[in-house]
């Protein structure tokens, strides 16, 4: 969980509140998709917005579902809001984290000993059989990669690797 916010003071007679918002909050935030979250008496409670309208950059007013009236926004005022993010599960990586990984294309097996990136030709420079290719280091070539095994597998175009 992320902090991203506190419920600052109440906003109207129908349960909006205003929330004052920290820099940790993402900017690809949807509040139609994406709960808020809050400690209600040591339990974690999600809290869906009815409506978010930003003032300014760092403060809010928002309604939440359920939240109706000013005795109920009473109870959730000067709590911590937060977000679940995902971590560690990303899928990002960089090519030049495959140095060492085991190659194969087709029956050949062999191993990526260097990266070039250049912008224009990123290359990955195989070691088969005894001889170094480079290859150009696009998503469509590679088949599968297995980063446990520290394999990957190139499906490549005829006569690139002679």
């Keep these: 969980m ?4 506190r419920i600052t ?9 205003v929330i004052n918002l920290y820099d940790t909050l993402p900017d690809n935030f949807n509040w139609e998709e994406q709960p808020f979250f809050t400690k209600v008496e040591e339990l ?3 809290l869906f917005c009815d409506s978010f309208a930003r003032r300014g950059q760092r403060s809010a007013v928002v309604a939440f579902a359920d939240i109706d009236n000013e005795k109920r926004a009473e109870m959730i005022l000067d709590h911590e809001l937060m977000l679940e993010v995902e971590e560690g599960d990303s899928d990002e990586f960089y090519f030049d984290d495959l140095i060492g990984f085991t190659v ?3 029956r050949s097996k062999g191993e990526i000993v260097d990266f070039y990136d ?5 290359l990955f420079e195989i070691e088969l059989q005894g001889k170094r290719h480079l290859i150009p280091a ?5 088949a599968a990669i297995d980063f446990e095994g520290r394999t990957i597998k190139f499906v490549l175009p005829e006569g690139l690797i002679e």
Aim: aromatic share 10%; charged share 25%.
């Design 9 to 17: 003071k109440l906003f109207g007679v129908k349960g909006e509140v």
């Design 138 to 142: 696009v998503e469509e070539f590679i």
């Design 2 to 5: 992320l902090t991203v916010g």
């Design 118 to 122: 250049n912008e224009f030709n990123p």
């Design 104 to 106: 194969r294309i087709g």
């Design 44 to 46: 974690v409670v999600p």
